[in-house]
């Protein structure tokens, strides 16, 4: 018989840059697609204030495309411009009077991006690095220094319209093959411009400068957070950092650009990510910088969010599976934790967790997390090599 878990720690508040929270839980960004041309529909305000009722202490919004014809061509997707930004004020209104905090997630779909179609932005190319979405596969073409210029201004445009109306900071979005991932990756990045190559402080370089773009932009203030991942949509096996020695020099320079919080992306928050030691990715990011970290994956479930999305449901771990969260919390391996599919399918997870009513929370199915099917079809694609 296990002990009941105190999860007091995770309760306590936490600060970064003014910004206080009420407790360690985070909900992460997590496609919707409640989106008419990019536009927030008003069940997504609703959504996101419910969840702020429900007690998590920071919302992150979905992955909100910025205003570049090369960022996305899914309707249903989120957008940051001119003709959205009402909406997401709305979005952002529901969290603040529910109590809440909320950060803007800021995302470039790189080569995952469908070409053509007869949508607005079909007769644009999807760019990406080195024109691959994976290893040996091509998609779209290779940005040219126009065209970073011109995404990076994007980004900087997203911030300061979320800052506009009243985000508490943003999110950088760097990870599972989408474009900033894929210049962090050495097997998609294959530039010899500065901004690619083997060397990882060339890879991070245009991430960078994104980051201390925004920085500039936005002021000492505003939060600023960069989500990264090991592995991929489209190959759960990528390393962006081979060894502890590349994350230590990726993180430092991020860190340098104005990066305030690292949210490392896991499949499984306890699996070890290097022989030799049990920390996963978001321990080894903790313990190589001084900035604040985030840990998520699979928190509370026993499958990853790609095995259901492949069709496999999730079940509870119990209190085992929050023991071993508070072990790591206690072992100083993350500062916050996100829980994604956790929130999708109960509103009042964080209250019930607060509680012990673990029995009480109520589990998502595969359906709530399964995406438009054109984008998984293409994902499934790529996974497959064909």
């Known amino acids: 018989m296990l002990e009941p878990v105190d999860l007091s720690p995770l309760f306590a508040p936490f600060t970064i840059r003014g910004l206080r929270l009420p407790n360690r839980f985070v909900m992460p960004g997590m496609q919707r697609q409640w989106c008419d ?27 909100c495309a910025v205003d570049h014809p090369s960022s996305t061509q899914v309707p249903m997707y989120a957008r940051i411009t001119d003709a959205t930004v009402d909406a997401w004020a709305a979005c952002f209104k529901a969290v603040r009077d529910a109590g809440g905090h909320m950060l803007m997630q800021l995302w470039h779909e790189g080569a995952i991006r469908k070409e053509g179609g ?51 900071g943003v999110e950088i979005h760097a990870c599972h093959g989408y474009l900033l991932d894929l210049f962090l990756w050495a097997e998609t990045n294959r530039r010899a411009d500065g901004y690619g190559g083997d060397d990882i402080r060339e890879r991070v370089r245009f991430p960078a400068e994104i980051a201390a773009a925004v920085r500039k932009a936005v002021g000492p203030d505003f939060v600023i957070s960069f989500r990264f991942s090991q592995w991929k949509e489209v190959d759960y096996d990528a390393r962006i950092v081979p060894t502890p020695r590349d994350l230590e020099t990726m993180l430092s320079e991020l860190r340098a650009a104005g990066v305030d919080i690292f949210h ?27 900035a604040p970290v985030i840990a998520v994956g699979s928190v509370g479930l026993d499958t990853d969010v790609m095995e259901n999305f492949f069709g496999k449901e999730a079940q509870s771990t119990g209190e085992a599976g929050f023991q071993e969260l508070l072990r790591r919390f206690q072992n100083d391996e993350f500062d916050l934790v996100s829980v994604g599919r956790g929130h999708i399918g109960d509103p009042d997870w964080v209250k019930k967790v607060a509680a012990g009513r673990y029995a009480d929370i109520r589990m998502f199915t595969k359906k709530d997390v399964l995406g438009d099917l054109e984008i998984q079809g293409f994902v499934e694609e790529a996974h497959r090599g064909s």
């Open 118 to 168: 007869d949508g607005p932005y079909a007769q644009y190319p999807s760019l990406s690095p080195s024109g691959l979405i994976s290893p040996g596969k091509s998609n779209g073409r290779a940005a040219t220094a126009e065209d970073l210029a011109a995404i990076l201004d994007a980004f900087v445009r997203g911030a300061l319209a979320a800052q506009e109306i009243g985000a508490d």
């Open 264 to 290: 490392a992306s896991a499949r499984r928050f306890w699996i070890p990510e290097w022989p030799g030691s049990d920390l996963g990715i978001a321990g080894w990011t903790k313990s190589l910088t001084d």
């Open 37 to 63: 041309n990019g536009r927030p529909l008003p069940r997504l305000a609703e959504y996101y204030g419910r969840r702020a009722e429900g007690g998590v202490g920071l919302i992150i919004t979905e992955s």
